[in-house]
Structures are given as C-alpha cells and as structure tokens.
C-alpha cells in the first residue's frame, strides 16, 4: 500500500513517536511518498538556530530514506490544491499535501493532523487516534 506521509508524521520520526510507520516503510515492497515542501517544513526551525549539523542530518536522513519517494509540485498539484483549499478550507501546505496525494493515486494519508479528515478524497490516518 502507497500512502502519503505528511510533515507532522517526519516530525514525530525524529522524537520516535511515529517509529512503527517507518519501520512499515522499511521492509521490502513498501513505500510512501511526500511533498518536497516537508522538507521545506523540516529545515526551518534547524535554519532559524542557526544549526548547520542538525541541517545536515535532517537533509541526510530524510532524502535518503528507504522507500520514501519526494514529490515536487507542478502545475497540476497546485491547481488541485487551489481546489481542495476552496473546498475544505485547508491552509495551502495542507492543500498542497493533500493534492500530492491525490495527484499521485495515493488514497491514504498518514498525519497527525485532523484537518485532513474533511478531505472526502483521501482515507485518512490521524496518528494519534491509529497508535
């Protein structure tokens, strides 16, 4: 099963919370995709302490991950995420995010952040409501 993994879920990647999914995403056969704005989302609080290690291994970690696929943005998951932000209200990176999902036949979305649930679209997975 393909699903989308959104920025909350890396975040809790990184303070082990959200371990079991990446442990999913490990084996063979399995894996996920995500936006490239997660990275963009990552990288900012590493930016603003000025902290070049944890840059570093974040940009490491995360773009080398077995079975994690980074998704840019095109014309199309824009227009789609134009399209769910009027629809569902959705702030633009949730948009975006939801938009890379559907854009590329994924049906499920991993996060930790109910706002998702009103996307009719996707089967949606809250993390705190799945462990």
Same mark, same amino acid.
């Given at each position: 099963? *393909?699903?989308? #993994?959104?920025?909350? #879920?890396?975040? *809790?990647? *990184?303070?082990?919370? &959200?371990?079991?999914?990446?442990?999913?995403?490990?084996?063979?056969?399995?894996?996920?995709?995500?936006?490239?704005?997660?990275?963009?989302?990552?990288?900012?609080? &590493?930016?603003?302490?000025?902290?070049?290690?944890?840059?570093?291994?974040?940009?490491? *970690?995360?773009?080398?991950? %077995?079975?994690?696929?980074?998704? %840019?943005?095109?014309?199309?998951?824009?227009?789609?995420? &134009?399209?769910?932000?009027?629809?569902?209200?959705?702030?633009?990176?949730?948009? #975006?995010?939801?938009?890379?999902?559907?854009?590329?036949?994924?049906?499920?979305?991993?996060?930790?952040?109910?706002?998702?649930?009103? =996307?009719?679209?996707?089967? =949606?997975? =809250?993390?705190?409501?799945?462990?």
């Amino acid at each position: 099963m *393909l699903r989308l #993994i959104n920025t909350a #879920i890396l975040i *809790l990647t *990184l303070i082990d919370t &959200a371990h079991a999914h990446f442990v999913w995403l490990e084996r063979d056969g399995n894996s996920a995709i995500t936006s490239t704005l997660s990275m963009t989302e990552l990288l900012v609080p &590493a930016h603003r302490d000025g902290d070049a290690r944890r840059l570093q291994d974040y940009r490491g *970690l995360f773009s080398t991950y %077995p079975g994690l696929v980074w998704v %840019p943005p095109d014309l199309l998951i824009a227009d789609t995420a &134009a399209q769910l932000r009027a629809e569902y209200r959705l702030k633009t990176p949730d948009a #975006i995010q939801a938009a890379t999902a559907i854009q590329s036949k994924v049906r499920t979305l991993l996060t930790n952040d109910p706002s998702f649930l009103r =996307v009719k679209e996707l089967e =949606v997975l =809250v993390l705190d409501e799945v462990l």
